[in-house]
């Protein structure tokens, strides 16, 4: 079975621009959550989605957002990038909403 | 709010002999679990080892096994007969049971970095 995948692997942009990262979560999940992970960190939580609707939201601004589509892939979407948000942006999805987590191999955003 | 601390943030091991990796976390919580996350240059975050804060058996899985110290919130993982595949980025996570918040959101640790030596 296919593990989480999450498309474009790498991405680079410029301030103030938008950008939208993929995620596809293992066959049968049905949350999806979305962790930023900058340099030399641990992953931070920004989202978590299940059954389509918000189910939890990190201390992330307003920039961010997110949403979870019928068949349970999920979208990012950052606007007015900084060059803050350069990292690597990771996908996880359990099959309830407090299940075990597995992990994507993660985007990494760069900002110029 | 939870803190996940790792106070080591390089560990070297000799291939074949056994690291221990600590972590310290805060919570006024019961009812949590607590995770050992390997990631490797390859950037996938792997799950090594989970354990049940209701449970007083320390948790094992092969070669990795962890100490489990829930008056001292204290997390160790000790990772024996090392070998060069275990090299990576280890991240000590935390997460509310389900029975409180209303997502269920990983807390990581700043990681510690193992190098194992051949």
């Known amino acids: 079975d296919a593990g989480v995948t999450q498309s474009p692997t790498h991405l680079i942009k410029t301030r103030g621009q938008h950008v939208t990262l993929r995620c596809s979560p293992i066959s049968g999940h049905k949350s999806v959550s979305w962790y930023q992970q900058v340099l030399g960190q641990g992953p931070q939580f920004i989202f978590q989605?299940?059954?389509?609707?918000?189910?939890g939201r990190g201390n992330f601004p307003d920039r961010f957002s997110a949403r979870q589509f019928p068949n349970y892939s999920s979208e990012l979407n950052v606007n007015a990038l900084l060059l803050g948000d350069s990292a690597l942006y990771l996908c996880?999805?359990?099959?309830?909403?407090?299940?075990?987590?597995?992990f994507g191999p993660g985007t990494r955003l760069t900002v110029l | 709010a939870q803190t996940v601390t790792q106070s080591q943030p390089e560990m070297s091991v000799q291939e074949a002999e056994t690291v221990t990796l600590s972590c310290t976390y805060d919570t006024s919580e019961s009812d949590y679990y607590l995770f050992w996350y390997k990631q490797p240059p390859s950037r996938q975050m792997i799950l090594v080892i989970r354990q049940e804060a209701y449970k007083q058996q320390n948790a094992t899985e092969n070669r990795f096994s962890v100490n489990f110290q829930k008056a001292a919130k204290s997390f160790s993982l000790k990772i024996s007969d090392s070998q060069l595949g275990d090299a990576a980025m280890y991240f000590c996570?935390?997460?509310?049971?389900?029975?409180?918040?209303?997502?269920?959101?990983?807390?990581f640790g700043k990681g510690t970095k193992l190098s194992v030596i051949p």
């Open positions: 996570a935390y997460v509310l049971g389900d029975s409180g918040a209303g997502s269920y959101q990983l807390t």
């Open positions: 996880a999805s359990s099959f309830g909403w407090a299940g075990m987590q597995f």
């Open positions: 989605y299940y059954e389509k609707e918000e189910r």
